[in-house]
């Protein structure tokens, strides 16, 4: 069975930094794809930024401040947030995926106040 474990999550003042981390289990899951989402009450789980063999994507709106990054030896993806902006308050979701169906983090909470 596949596990995500995510880390980093917090509260945080508006133009703050935050660091997320995810790491899979066991050892022999060999993602190809990995990606964080966010989602906010009352709203869907949007994609903040996904990193694959072909590069990197990120949601306009992330753009300039967040930067994904892997490293595929210890199945770990990490989320660096910079200059955060109370909109960016949300639970953030680790994904990955070596095909369908993919696999989901538990969330972690951000918080980013004014």
């Known amino acids: 069975q596949v596990q995500l474990v995510e880390s980093g999550g917090g509260l945080v003042q508006a133009g703050g930094s935050l660091r997320l981390s995810c790491v899979a289990s066991p050892s022999i899951f060999r993602p190809n794809t990995m990606a964080w989402y966010r989602q906010s009450p009352g709203k869907q789980r949007d994609l903040v930024a996904k990193?694959?063999?072909?590069?990197?994507t990120y949601a306009d709106s992330v753009k300039g401040r967040f930067t994904i990054s892997r490293d595929s030896a210890k199945n770990t993806v990490a989320l660096q947030m910079n200059s955060l902006k109370p909109e960016d308050t949300a639970v953030y979701y680790c994904?990955?995926?070596?095909?369908?169906?993919?696999?989901w983090g538990q969330g972690t909470q951000i918080t980013v106040s004014s």
């Open positions: 990193i694959a063999r072909y590069g990197s």
């Open positions: 994904f990955m995926s070596a095909g369908s169906p993919g696999y």
